[in-house]
C-alpha cells in the first residue's frame, strides 16, 4: 500500500477524552431506545467513564467495559429494517453487523451485545483447557490512527466454564445469532492440535449458529500455519466429525498477511472441503504495509487495516467465485467501511476496535448509514450489494 504514512510509536499511547462515543439507540430505522438503563449507560460511557479509562492501561480499561456490559439488564432492541435481514446457511440474521471475536472471549456480556443490536457475536477466542495467554502488558493503543496492538495469546477461561454462559444466552431467547470462535491452547504440542479443534466441536459446537476455526492469530506459535490447505483440511475434517448429528455451519478465519498465491490455494481447498465460509481478516504483523510502524510485539487492527481487509475480502470473493459467505473484519468504523467490505465481497460484518473507539452507538450509526447507502445505490437488500463493486465474477 504505497504512499501510506508512516507513524512510530515507542510508548504505549492514551485515547484523546474528546473521542465521539455514540448514542444507543435501537434498531437501524427505530428512534431512540426508551430503556432508562440504555439512557444511564450511555451517559455514563460518555462522561465520566471513557475518559478516565482511556487513561488506563487498554486491557484493565477492556475488563471494566465488560464489568459494566455484564451488568446490563436483557431487553430486546427494535426492530431491524427488512433491507438489512441476511440469511446464510438457513439462519436467519434481523441485521449483517456483528461484535468480532476478541472483545467476549468468554461470553460474558451478551445480554448487552443484544440490547445494542448487533445482528450477531462472535464469542472467543475459546480454547479447551483454562489458559492466562502471553505475559502482561500485551494491549496498546494507537490513538491517532484509531488502532490497538495486541499480543494477547488467547487468555481463556476454557470451555467447560464458558459452556453454560452460552447455555444461558440461549435461554434467553436472544434475537442476536451466536458465532463461536475455537483456537487451540498454546501448550498443545503441534501432534495434538487437532485434537484441541475437535473437543471444542465437541463440546461446544450445538450451542453455535455457526463455527469459526481460528488459524491466524499472529499471537499463538506456529498457528497461521495450519493456514495450508493440506493442514487446514486436518482440522476441517476433524471438527466435523465431532459432531455428527448436529454439524453447524464452518468457517476459517484467515491472516491479512497472506500472499495472492497462498490466498488462491486456501480458497480452492475451501471450496473443495465445501468450507460454509471465510471470516477475512485477522489483524497484521506487516504494519509498515498498513503505514504504521510500532515498537512492541502483536497484531494490529483498526483503521490502518480497512484497506488491507478490503483487498482480501475482494480477492477471496473472487477466488471462490461468489461461492462461499465472507464475513468481513477489519478497519470498520463507519457505515461507509463496512460497505466498503459488502461491495468487496462480504455477506456481513464484524469490528472490535471501531467499537473501543467509537462506543456502543457505532452499531446503530452502521444500520443507519447501511440503509441510506443501500438506497442511494438502489439496493433493496444487503444480499443485492454484495461484491457489488466487483463487477461480474467468472
Known sequence: ????????????????NGANFGGLRGGAGGGKMRHPMLQLAQATYAWPLRPLMFRLDPERTHRMTLAILARMPAFSPAPDPPELRTTLWGVTFSNPVGLAA??????????????LGFGFVEV???????????PRPRMWRIPERRALVNRLGFPSDGM???????QRMRAQGLRMRIGLNFGPNKETPPERVVEDYAALASRLGPLADFIVVNLSSPNTPALRAWQAPERMRTIVEAVRAAQPQSRRPLMVKLSPDLEERELREICAAAIDLALDGIVATNTTLKREEVGVAASFEGGLSGAPLLERASEVIGQIYRNTQGRLPIIGVGGI????DAYAHIRAGASMVEFYTGFVYRGPGLVREIKEGLVRLLNRDGFSSISEAVGSGQGKVT
Open 102 to 115: 476478541g472483545l467476549d472471549k468468554d461470553a460474558r456480556a451478551a445480554a448487552a451485545w443484544n440490547a
Open 160 to 166: 467447560e466454564a464458558v459452556k453454560p454462559r452460552v
Open 333 to 336: 468504523a463507519s457505515a461507509e
Open 1 to 16: 500500500m504505497q504512499g501510506a504514512r508512516k507513524i512510530h510509536y515507542m510508548h504505549r499511547e492514551v485515547a484523546p
Open 124 to 134: 472467543g477466542t475459546i480454547t479447551p483447557r483454562p489458559q492466562f495467554g502471553n
